[in-house]
């Protein structure tokens, strides 16, 4: 057997002496590369791993040979000692042979490694002499690996030289961490070497920043890098890449987004298929996972922790909306049962042979037929039969019984809980009228005289006197008191309007009849006041220059004279109302005249001047009213009323009435609150200082309103209608602004005949009682206290 084993030795070295020859051919190769570049090339590598492939398959069947002559050995019995000491012989000269071949090898690598990094030479150099003590230890293995090592050697490569990773940078190596860590150290990581990477000697303030900008044309394209603290710049591809993403392109210039899609699997079936793997053995054999997991279902089913999936149930479910009622609310207390209304039981009218009374006559039957369905009291005409067998079936049962189901059908399935409300709980809580007096309650006294409706009433300011005017040309003076008729003026015309002069220290009283206006000195009362107003009008002296006036004042004498009559004022058109301002000096004329502007003037009597204070008309007036303490001046017109200041000369509210058309209007004395009566039974009450809409509105009036007044002193204010009543209410205006008025009906007073229409045409409080007089279309004048 020992030729046999020296034979396989010999193979081995010839085949050892090949391969250095190899590699002292291929070194050459390499080390020009390296002499240009310094550093090895992609392809090189290339070729190492093949070559590093092919020695390994080598030596791997070296081996292999070398375990098939082992066995050879152990088949052989014959002279086992003596072969194990010339094998040991032999195998340290083979290892000698190896140490001088491997030292030849070292030598040309070693000129070979000259251009590579240190480090990879100290590398080596430390492998080198761990390669040798391991040989030391001896055995075949030691060979082999020896031989590995060399071709490892041979085909090391820097592994850093070429990293195309994206994801650190590959000139530091501390891989990826935040930066911040060391921010309190001089370095900023370790290059390749293991050497650290020193931070730029100061950073850059904002004055540097600044400057770099202004100077530096390629400032726009550097960028700070964080991990080496360098600022880079970047290249034209590079800032072209950064644009393409900027705008939401792909990286890639090339890539072409709107390719036609492939589709890989379709819905055909390929003859061949994706994989000709064959089928593994595990997709024959039940799976043991399965089997334990279906096993624990089965006993779980068995024991009843699971229910398995029922069929389906086709019968209809039907639910009972209120089974699951909570029983301790309310509503779960009552049952569901909404029963049918009572009919009313038949009665003679629904016999089948009724009295005769009870039967329609031909034009009651045609009065029915004519009649809507809901307003007819029966629903149906009584008839006449000889006997029940004669009756016919009932017509419309089929229809009240479908109307029925559909009554239940369509029955408000919401249960309303009945409250017990007392009904005068609703009503807001006002005083009682007894607590508001003194109001007044009863009719004391008629003024009888005039044989015409009464159109316009007013009381003297000492309440001692009142005067009326009506429409059979009568102006009459009567004492308060005692109902007396003191004295009747005769006037050229249907009275319209009367007004005694507010200003005690006066005595006047003006009249308007068709289109003049009369003042009067009555001459009643205290002799001294009458001479003194006779003395006031007298008095008057013409000025220099007559300006031209849209009224004539005349100054009357004669017979007129001794009746009372001082000054005569001619307007242009009928003159409707006179009013009185406050200090008594002011008279304002209402001319109702939709086309002229001239429907408003102010005339001063103790300068006998006259004054149109608009200019153009905005609607036809239908009474104005000064303001009992302010420069203001009211106007009422078909809807609205406005306010004006006098001395400013301009609009300063405007109140809608919310009614058709205003009929009358009175202002409070305390100046914040307004009246107005109208035509469609409405009394507004307005509250200046709140809003230009009425506060309230009171419609106790069954018709229209003709006159509505304040008291000067009580909070008393009265409305006279067409209905022949006065109504009296309580209106308290609180000195406090957050306090609304408090406005009550008081008492209704009747008293006055209604004629052609008319009731009450005007109605005025006594200066200083609760009372009120009211003049009427009978030709009455009345006072209730």
Known sequence: ????????????????????????????????????????????????????????????????SGSDSDDEEDEDDDDEEEEEEDGSEKKSSDVEEDKAASAEREDQLSAKDVTKPQSAGQNSKEKKKKKKAARKDGGEESVVSNRDGGLKISSQVDEYEHDTSDEEDIRNTVGNIPMEWYKDYPHIGYDLDGKKIFKPIRNKDELDEFLDKMEN???????????????????????????????????????????????????????????????????????????????????AIKMGWIKPRRPKETTPQYYDLWAKEDPNSILGRHKMHIPAPKMRLPGHEESYNPPPEYLLSEEERLAWEQQDPEDRKLSFLPQKFACLRAVPAYSRFIHERFERCLDLYLCPRQRKMRVNVNPEDLIPKLPKPKDLQPFPTTQSLVYRGHSSLVRSISVSPSGQWLVSGSDDCTVRFWEVSTARCLKTVEVGGAVKGVAWNPNPSVCLVAVSYDDSVLLLNPGLGDRLLCSATDQLISSYEEPEEAKDQPVQWAVSEGEGHEQGHRLILKHPKAVRQVTWHGKGDYLACVIPDNSSNLQ???????????????????????????????????????????????????????????????SSMSIHPGGDNVICGSYDCRLAWFDLDLSTKPYKVLRHHKKALRSVAYHNHYPLFASGSDDGSVIVCHGMVYNDLLQNPLIVPVKVLKGHTITHDLGVLDVTFHPTQPWVFSSGADGTVRLFT
């Open 217 to 299: 044309p390629d400032y726009w394209r550097t960028v700070h890098d964080k991990m080496t603290g360098a600022d880079i710049r970047l290249s034209d591809e590079q800032v072209d890449l950064v644009h393409r993403l900027q705008q939401g392109k792909f990286g890639d210039v090339n890539f072409n987004e709107y390719e036609p899609a492939v589709d890989f699997f379709s819905n055909e079936v390929m003859i061949h298929p994706v994989t000709n793997r064959p089928q593994d053995k595990r997709s024959f054999i039940p799976s043991l996972i399965e089997k334990e997991k279906v096993g624990k279902l089965v006993h």
């Open 600 to 662: 408003v003037v102010i005339h001063q009597v103790s300068k006998r001047r006259t004054q149109n204070p608009f200019r153009k008309s905005k609607g036809l007036v239908q009474c104005v009213s000064f303001h009992p303490v302010r420069p203001y001046f009211f106007v009422a017109t078909q809807r609205y009323v406005r306010v004006y200041n006098l001395i400013k000369q301009e609009l300063t509210k405007k109140l809608m009435a919310n009614c058709k058309w205003i």
């Open 1 to 64: 057997m020992r030729p046999t084993h020296s034979g396989t030795m010999s193979k081995l070295k010839n085949k050892k002496r090949n391969i250095e020859e190899n590699e002292d051919e291929q070194l050459p190769i390499f080390d020009k590369d390296g002499g240009k570049d310094g550093h090895l090339d992609d392809d090189d590598d290339e070729d190492q791993a093949d070559l590093s492939d092919s020695e390994e398959s080598i030596f791997s069947g070296l081996e292999e």
